[in-house]
């Protein structure tokens, strides 16, 4: 699986790529006053691909952990405009951190190439619009609904029962219509999964890469890491972050997404420079 085509602009999968994190909160890019400033946008994702990023994720929180819904409306004010400012400007591609449909059309059509749901497109009407989309499409597993997915996650076994969910999300893409050369597989590190699923999960990651599709993990600055490093504020996880990016590498991981990009760029790049010895 070399190249991955996200509406004209290529993901490179012979080698582990970076997935930068563009932080789109609602003031991230005003300028101190209500404009949305493009300058400030272009700037940040410029630094990010200076540091090594090979694709941008924005997104507009709708999605996390303990969060409440934002509006639909909300969602698309925060991120359409930003991808309008780059996506011209930049030669990597966008990904689009939602579950919702109308924010998938509305992203690609001003310039996102890829799709990151972390309701694996089990939303009202985001199978259709990524099916018709035609850009790749990250299918991530959740337990739960974010916001109460971390108040008591269960598993029997915790590796089959995520790898048996993607498996099933796969078998419903390509029976929509989505060609699995599309397809990125992501085991949702956070998303309804206690510490000793999370650790048990990137200990046994080379099973999610077994089903042999690309596979994305994003552990950056997140509560596991804290919960191994003596609770470590959300500041002190990077080296902690960087173990986790290694180990995934070393199992296989195709994306890796991340906060900290220079860091996490040239920890992988070792890595790989190891695994691809063997
Ligand atoms: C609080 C906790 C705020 C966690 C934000 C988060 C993933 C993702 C997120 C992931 C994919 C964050 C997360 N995590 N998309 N979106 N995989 N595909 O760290 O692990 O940004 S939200």
Excluded: W
């Amino acid at each position: 699986m070399p190249i991955l085509d996200c509406a004209g602009k290529s993901i490179d999968l012979d080698r582990p790529q970076v997935m930068g994190i563009l932080n789109v909160t609602p003031d991230s890019f005003s300028d101190g006053g209500d404009f949305f400033n493009r300058d400030r946008a272009l700037e940040h994702a410029f630094k990010l691909i200076d540091e090594g990023a090979d694709i941008l994720d924005v997104g507009g929180e709708s999605t996390r952990p303990g969060a409440t819904a934002v509006s639909e409306q909300e969602e698309l004010d925060r991120v359409v405009p930003v991808i309008q400012a780059i996506a011209a400007e930049i030669p990597v591609p966008i990904s689009i951190d939602t579950n919702k449909a109308s924010v998938m059309r509305e992203a690609v059509a001003a310039g996102a190439g890829l799709i990151n749901d972390v309701m694996a497109l089990q939303g009202d009407g985001a199978m259709a619009a990524a099916q018709a989309l035609e850009v790749p499409v990250c299918l991530m597993h959740m337990q739960g609904q974010p916001r109460t997915m971390q108040q008591a996650p269960h598993y029997e076994d915790v590796v089959a029962e995520v790898v048996a969910f993607l498996q099933s999300r796969v078998e419903a893409c390509l029976s929509a219509g989505i060609a699995r050369h599309r397809l990125i597989l992501d085991p949702g590190f956070g998303f309804g999964k206690t510490l000793q699923h999370n650790l048990t999960l990137l200990s046994h990651l080379e099973q999610v890469c077994a089903l042999q599709l690309p596979v994305l993990v994003g552990v950056s600055r997140k509560s596991m890491i804290g919960g191994v490093l003596d609770n470590a504020p959300v500041d002190q996880r990077l080296y902690g972050g960087l173990a986790c990016a290694v180990l995934a590498v070393e199992r296989g991981a195709g994306i890796i997404r991340t906060h900290d990009v220079k860091p996490t760029a040239d920890v992988i790049r070792m890595a790989q420079a190891v695994v691809s010895t063997r």
